[in-house]
C-alpha cells in the first residue's frame, strides 16, 4: 500500500531527532545504528533501495555516515514506520520533494533579481565603500 504524495505535509523536524544529532561530521554504521533505533541490516538494505543515500567509505572499508544522511535515514523511518509508507511510496515521495526544493516556485523565479541594473548598482556602491574602508 503506497501512500499518495499528496498526504499531509511532513515537517523533516516531526522526528523530533534532528536537533539532537551529535555535532560530529561523520559517523560509523555502528553509530548510525544506535542513533536512529534501527539494525545495521536495516541502514545497508535502504542504501539499495534509495538512491539518495549514499554514505561514503572508509579507507578500511566501514561506511561512514555525514549528517546529511542521518537526516535522511531520520526522515526515511519516518516515512515507512510513522506514516506507514511502503519503500515505493517512500521513495517516490523523497523523488517528489527533493524536486521542489530544488527549484523555486513559478512566480517567484524572476523575483530574485527582478530589476538587475540596480543590484549590479548596489553592489558597485559597496564595493565603492569597501575600497574607502581599506584606504
Not at 549514499?54 to 535515514?73: A, C, N, V
Not at 527533493?98 to 543590484?119: H, I, K, N, T
Amino acid at each position: 500500500m503506497s501512500k499518495s504524495a499528496s498526504a499531509a505535509p511532513l515537517n523533516p523536524g516531526d522526528s523530533g531527532r534532528t536537533s539532537a544529532l551529535p555535532g560530529k561530521l561523520y559517523f560509523r554504521i555502528g553509530e548510525a545504528s544506535r542513533i536512529l533505533g534501527l539494525p545495521p541490516h536495516v541502514l545497508r538494505y535502504w542504501e539499495t533501495e534509495f538512491p539518495s543515500l549514499s554514505p561514503k567509505k572508509s579507507p578500511g572499508g566501514q561506511r561512514m555516515y555525514r549528517r546529511k544522511d542521518l537526516e535522511l535515514l531520520l526522515l526515511i523511518k519516518h516515512l515507512l514506520y510513522e506514516r506507514k509508507f511502503t519503500i515505493a511510496g517512500a521513495r517516490q515521495w523523497l523523488a517528489e520533494h527533493s524536486r521542489q526544493r530544488r527549484s523555486p516556485p513559478a512566480g517567484e523565479q524572476g523575483r530574485l533579481f527582478a530589476d538587475p541594473m540596480a543590484v549590479l548598482e548596489q553592489v558597485r556602491r559597496e564595493l565603492a565603500e569597501l575600497v574607502e574602508m581599506l584606504k
